[in-house]
């Protein structure tokens, strides 16, 4: 079974946010109110209380969201080739997390809003638990669709890092079907997605 302090955040943050037209990590978060961070410093902060510690994947935008990650006291690392898509920056974000001496991860992405405390602190309970019951991933499940974040384990991290650059996560996951655990969950905000101007204005309305 994965021990509870192995766990390494990762934050996929390499996109070019062309459906968004400016950087989603740098988004105003929460959209309202006095005390507000970006979206990259929300979802570290999130992740912080239940990781070791958390790893944010860059792509071209590395010096722009690099002082968030900075001040946060967190770890950068860069996806030299972010145009190969998403998997590839999984790929490097896991990578790193193996390169650190850890063994399990806990993955989102930061065009997602952070999810509550109490949804990561049952997911990492139900990982603990179905990790010595054979399983590889546990992924949460609001209202019949799966959302973020992923917690995987060593076998699931390698079966994603040997997969070919052009695959997806949702491919790698069908196959392991028998190896993931979904567990249902009371929170709307892991199945969010914030990729255009509407989308985000509707949440500060």
């Given at each position: 079974?994965?021990?509870?302090?192995?766990?390494?955040?990762?934050?996929?943050?390499?996109?070019?946010?062309?459906?968004?037209?400016?950087?989603?990590?740098?988004?105003?978060?929460?959209?309202?109110?006095?005390?507000?961070?970006?979206?990259?410093?929300?979802?570290?902060?999130?992740?912080?209380?239940?990781?070791?510690?958390?790893?944010?994947?860059?792509?071209?935008?590395?010096?722009?969201?690099?002082?968030?990650?900075?001040?946060?006291?967190?770890?950068?690392?860069?996806?030299?080739?972010?145009?190969?898509?998403?998997?590839?920056?999984?790929?490097?974000?896991?990578?790193?997390?193996?390169?650190?001496g850890?063994?399990?991860?806990?993955?989102?992405?930061?065009?997602k809003?952070?999810?509550?405390?109490?949804?990561?602190?049952?997911?990492?309970?139900?990982?603990?638990?179905?990790?010595?019951n054979?399983?590889?991933?546990?992924?949460?499940?609001?209202?019949?669709?799966?959302?973020?974040?992923?917690?995987?384990?060593?076998?699931?991290?390698?079966?994603?890092?040997?997969?070919?650059?052009?695959?997806?996560?949702?491919?790698?996951?069908?196959?392991?079907?028998?190896?993931?655990?979904?567990?249902?969950?009371?929170?709307?905000?892991?199945t969010?997605?914030?990729?255009?101007?509407?989308?985000?204005?509707?949440?500060?309305?």
């Amino acid at each position: 079974m994965t021990s509870r302090a192995g766990f390494c955040g990762v934050i996929l943050a390499a996109g070019a946010s062309t459906r968004m037209g400016r950087d989603k990590a740098l988004l105003a978060w929460p959209p309202s109110g006095a005390d507000r961070g970006t979206l990259l410093s929300a979802a570290i902060h999130a992740f912080v209380p239940f990781n070791d510690l958390v790893i944010v994947v860059a792509g071209k935008n590395a010096d722009a969201i690099k002082p968030v990650v900075d001040t946060c006291g967190e770890y950068l690392t860069i996806n030299p080739a972010p145009e190969r898509g998403q998997f590839s920056s999984l790929q490097c974000g896991l990578q790193e997390v193996l390169n650190r001496g850890h063994y399990a991860a806990m993955m989102t992405l930061v065009d997602k809003p952070p999810v509550k405390a109490s949804t990561l602190e049952k997911l990492r309970t139900e990982f603990d638990a179905a990790s010595s019951n054979g399983k590889w991933a546990v992924v949460p499940e609001y209202g019949g669709r799966h959302g973020h974040p992923i917690l995987i384990g060593r076998e699931m991290i390698e079966a994603f890092l040997k997969a070919p650059a052009s695959s997806n996560a949702r491919e790698i996951q069908h196959q392991h079907q028998s190896h993931i655990q979904y567990v249902a969950v009371d929170d709307p905000d892991t199945t969010m997605n914030l990729n255009t101007p509407e989308q985000y204005a509707r949440l500060t309305s």
